[in-house]
């Protein structure tokens, strides 16, 4: 059933619409767009303890995703599968689920939220639905990868929201 969606999906595929997947996906690649935003938010006196949650979600979100799941799991991609699908981004090589782009965005959009960022995590909501839904159409994961992705992501941001709301007093002290 999940191939069947993903073939559907290759049914609406455009040059635009290659174009801007394309585009999506790679700002997510390795979570640097969030990285960078992390930085920032570090970096400004006023949103640095939000900064401290975005960092320790994406660094709990590396370990669950990349670190522990993907490896468990070992679930190969759809691209594997069905070699007929031309790919428009290079195969990944690591494993499919859950999708560490989907992950590690809903990781930065649950610590924005958690992290009271109200105007941010809106707008990093809708980058991070588009994030999961490029790498669809992408052909490199299938839904479910998506859905782990979302679940793991959202856990992570909540995680590192619970480190640093806990640890301010210790670790953070000095910082935020």
Not at 29 to 44: H, K, S, T
Not at 52 to 58: G, H, K, N, S, V
């Amino acid at each position: 059933m999940e191939l069947q969606i993903l073939n559907l999906i290759q049914g609406i595929r455009t040059p635009g619409l290659d174009v801007a997947m394309v585009f999506i996906s790679s700002i997510g690649n390795a979570g640097v767009i969030w990285m960078m935003l992390a930085l920032i938010l570090f970096l400004v006196p006023q949103t640095r303890r939000c900064g401290a949650i975005l960092a320790a979600a994406i660094f709990i979100d590396i370990v669950l995703c990349n670190g522990i799941l993907k490896n468990l799991f070992a679930r190969i991609r759809p691209c594997d599968i069905n070699t007929a699908v031309q790919l428009l981004v290079p195969r990944p090589k690591d494993f499919s689920f859950p999708s560490g782009h989907t992950a590690v965005s809903f990781a930065a959009v649950a610590a924005l939220y958690f992290g009271g960022m109200r105007r941010l995590w809106k707008p990093a909501l809708a980058l991070a639905l588009l994030m999961g839904f490029s790498r669809l159409y992408l052909y490199v994961h299938y839904p479910s990868d998506i859905l782990g992705g979302i679940i793991t992501g959202i856990a992570a941001g909540y995680l590192g929201a619970l480190l640093v709301k806990r640890g301010r007093s210790d670790i953070f002290r000095k910082f935020i």
